[in-house]
């Protein structure tokens, strides 16, 4: 195995259970560790009855972390998966590290040390054993928690050796033996999720089925437009409605990602704070949102295009290269602004008063939300606890905290617990979107029909001239990679819209961009799209360049040409006539350290309607894949998320989004749904996160489609249909 | 007073006659299992059984529940097709984030009920309504061609 990334270093300490068992604590430095097993704030523990629990620190978020890292857990400790319990842990990114759901890097960073750490436990196991049993380590086996001296014929389950090993000193998780990958017993089959039958049964596990004694429920009614100020309202007459206890408006901080102005309603019942909330008057001051228009961005843009902008990334002379071209390539790209749409909406429950914060929440970022409470509410980070819920999809939305602030001021303010609970309406009208940004390209062809510079000028959206959360353009890996004379320049409209990270962030709109166009070059070159794809890649490996050309990532071409090879056989790419109105496309992408190639197929009608009818995934994502279900339903759900991101659009009207519920925003449903083929490679590199990395290439793969069946190259998002329909 | 029956069980209850049945199940009789996504009907998130008729109950006022019988994911495992359907949803792991399963499980023992043995357009038909934002739809059509004791595999063009 090559080497894994650790994110921190890691101390392990032990401490006996209540009952005689064994506990094993983690922590960044070995005062930590020791104060996690102290705590009962460990990773794991051993009844003497033999139960074991094992803590999973990171938000679920449908991603399947609470279960695939706790068997990871369990397999280096050797023991069946049916013995474990998997409980949550609590928040305290002191002892446990990031805890954390995004960018796809639970799997990346705690594959190693969860290794260890049930390595580490096994052997204290065995070092009891061998007391217990009078015979050495090295003569000892364990099979399903229970270990067998083969010469005696003696056995010890772990529940009887666990308070002896607890007495031990605890191995340096470093030093500790691993399993032999092809030992695996638990990593690579497919496990349900931890909590899957509890969600079946209608538990009350979500963040929104919370309630907690003397609870309250809240709506805050926010302004339309971002940042938007309170000027006066019918509070009073608010007041008067039945249910409702409080009315009162909160003044925002001036954070973009805490408290804004708005108005909380607090009643007995959440439906009578909603309706309530529905007779709310109040005007706003919106001025700061004048002129944020759609329409209005699209001309700045267009103005900035005309500019040079700032280089982002540089190399050879491109613009020479292009002015001496024999052909020039060029188009423009544009894509819109989109919402998250988690299906569960945005909530909170919280008792909080000036001294202390208690908070429940499904969020993505617990660790965030509590420095965020701390600064915005004033309250320091000891007194403050967050509780991580189960959560109802994420997406990015809930790396922000913005409801956990409204949900503590209001409950301090209020005097009682709350839940606050926000409408779709809120969750459409607050959001922060996936921003849009539109690119002008240029490719250059020499006279021996290769490609020879390439140019890409992106326009972004940000304040004070810098991108704004998830607005980044980030440099395309393939194409930067492949060709000699690249430049790469952006310029930035300054925006009052908050943004934020949506899955896949900025590959979810760059992967369309960049790979429609290395597309639209294979076609100006009377090139097979997948044989360009391949034959860039087989320069690159012949020219024996290294295998990490600039930007942030590691790239490798040898992965890029595997992926694409299998994709090729897998389609059925090269026996595959276009006709009908039906087309293949492909496209590739790097992201989130995970490589993907996808070929779709999509039928286009005479009237213009398009339907994905397959899609074909390869992924390498490393040596193994932990959880095959949790594995092949990320891939599935990346897939079809990043075809619906192709028909949704929000725009903006003097700050303010237009479309304010789900029948304005078309979301993927069951007949949208197309048939997949996702395959693996299992290539030598450690394992990596699946959330994010399926989803980039799915958008390209389905417009190169399009082209291939139509004609009709699409160059912005969302796809306008009429642009396809034909005459029958 | 509104007397009704849920998941088999009376009730008789002094609540407000506009009040959505979605929160009169979530709020007042702490029955979690039916969830909020959008309040205008658009997601499904929050189908329950009205008299064995699948509807959206974030739009449908109590008072039209008014001497039904309501049931609820928590009550789904007593029909035939509800008890199939959640076996094969723990077996196949069909969930992500969960939150839509319900309402999923709901409209599919509902179409089961009414059809036995359904297509694969008969499946666009009865499920359209319901949206997984995580997008586990592959596992969805092919669970309740399992529950039906169908093949699962998935016969659209494609
Ligand atoms: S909550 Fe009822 S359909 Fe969405
Ligand atoms: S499983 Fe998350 S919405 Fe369906």
Known sequence: ?728 | MISLKINGKPYTLDLPEDMPVLWVLRDELGLTGTKFGCGIAQCGACTVHIDGVPVRSCVTPLSVAEGTEITTLEGVSETAAGQALLKVWAEDDVMQCGYCQSGQIMAATALLMENPAPTDADIDMAMDGNICRCATYTRIRAGIKRAAGLSPADTREA
């Open chain 1, 1 to 728: 195995m090559t080497e894994v990334m650790m994110s921190r270093r890691l101390f392990l300490s032990s401490a006996t259970l209540a009952g005689g068992g064994l506990l094993l604590g983690f922590g960044a430095t070995a005062k930590e560790a020791q104060a996690a097993s102290a705590n009962m704030t460990q990773y794991v523990a051993i009844s003497s009855t033999g139960k074991v629990t094992i803590r999973a620190k990171n938000p679920e978020i449908g991603q399947g972390i609470k279960t695939s890292l706790p068997m990871i857990v369990a397999e280096e400790m050797d023991i069946d998966w049916t013995q474990v319990e998997v409980v949550t842990a609590p928040v305290n990114e002191k002892l446990y590290g990031g805890q954390i759901a995004g960018g796809s890097t639970s799997i990346p960073t705690n594959y190693e040390p969860m290794r260890r750490a049930g390595a580490a436990v096994r052997l204290m196991l065995l070092q009891a054993a061998a007391v217990k049993l009078s015979a050495p380590v090295e003569a000892l086996q364990v099979i399903s928690g229970v270990v067998h001296h083969k010469a005696s014929g003696k056995q010890a389950h772990y529940g009887e050796l666990a308070q002896a090993a607890s007495k031990l000193t605890v191995p340096d998780p470093a030093s500790v033996t691993l399993k032999d990958p092809k030992d695996f017993k638990i990593i690579g089959t497919a496990q349900g999720g931890v909590d899957s039958a509890k969600v079946l049964k209608g538990e009350p596990i979500f963040g929104i089925d919370t309630a907690i004694p003397g609870m309250k429920h809240a709506i805050f009614r926010k302004p339309p437009v971002f940042g938007a100020k309170f000027l006066s309202g019918n509070l009073d007459a608010i007041r008067a409605l039945p249910g409702v206890t409080q009315v009162f408006v909160l003044k925002g901080t001036g954070n973009i990602q805490g408290l804004q102005d708005g108005v909380a309603i607090v009643a007995d019942k959440w439906w009578q704070a909603k309706t309530a909330g529905d007779q709310l008057e109040v005007q706003w001051d919106e001025a700061i949102g004048k002129g944020h228009d759609t329409e209005t961005y699209r001309t700045q843009a267009d103005t900035l295009l005309k500019g040079t902008g700032d280089s982002l990334q540089s190399k050879g002379t491109a613009a020479d290269v292009l002015a001496n071209a024999a052909t020039v390539v060029s188009a423009r790209y544009e894509v819109p602004f989109i919402p998250h749409l988690a299906l569960e909406p945005q909530n909170c429950t919280a008792r909080a008063s000036a001294e202390h914060i208690e908070i429940w929440a499904p969020t993505q970022a617990p660790g965030w939300g509590i420095r965020l409470l701390a600064k915005e509410l004033n309250v320091p980070e000891d007194k403050i606890t967050v509780h991580m819920t189960r959560v109802g999809g994420g997406f990015g939305r809930r790396l922000e905290n913005d409801y956990m602030i409204e949900a503590a001021a209001i409950s301090q303010k209020a005097g009682v617990p709350i839940k606050l609970l926000w409408t779709r309406e809120d969750d459409l009208a607050y959001d922060f979107f996936r921003p849009g940004n539109l690119h002008d390209l240029k490719a250059a062809i020499d006279d021996q029909g290769r490609l020879a510079a390439y140019t890409a000028h992106g326009v972004t959206y940000g304040r004070d001239g810098k991108p704004s959360a998830g607005a980044n353009i980030s440099p395309h890996a393939f194409t930067s990679g492949v060709v000699e004379h690249f430049e790469l320049r952006q310029s930035v409209i300054e925006t009052t819209i908050p943004t934020g990270y949506l899955r896949a962030p900025s590959s979810n709109a760059l992967a369309f961009v960049h790979e429609c166009f290395l597309d639209e070059i294979a076609h100006a070159l009377k090139k097979d799209p997948l044989t360009y794809r391949l034959e860039l890649v087989n320069a690159q490996l012949a020219s024996g360049a290294p295998q990490s050309p600039e930007g942030r990532n590691p790239y490798d071409f040898r992965r890029i040409k595997e992926i694409l090879e299998t994709l090729r056989t897998r389609s059925g790419w090269a026996d595959f006539k276009a006709s009908d109105g039906i087309g293949l496309g492909v496209a590739t992408y790097f992201s989130h350290r995970g490589y993907f190639a996808e070929v779709a197929k999509v039928k286009v009608a005479p009237d213009g309607t398009w339907r994905v009818l397959k899609v074909w995934a390869v992924g390498d994502v490393g040596s193994v894949i932990i959880n095959p279900f949790g594995a092949y339903n990320q891939v599935e759900g990346s897939i079809i998320d990043g075809i619906g991101q192709l028909k949704q659009c929000i725009t903006f009207e003097n700050g303010r989004a237009v479309q304010t519920n789900l029948h304005e925003v078309p979301l993927m449903r069951m007949s949208d749904t197309p048939k997949i083929d996702t395959h693996f490679i299992l290539s030598d590199n450690p394992p990596t996160g699946l959330g994010e990395p399926a989803l980039p290439p799915v958008l390209p793969a389905v417009c190169n489609a399009i082209f291939a069946a139509t004609g009709v190259r699409i160059r912005t998002l969302p796809i306008e249909e009429s642009l396809l329909a034909r005459p029958s």
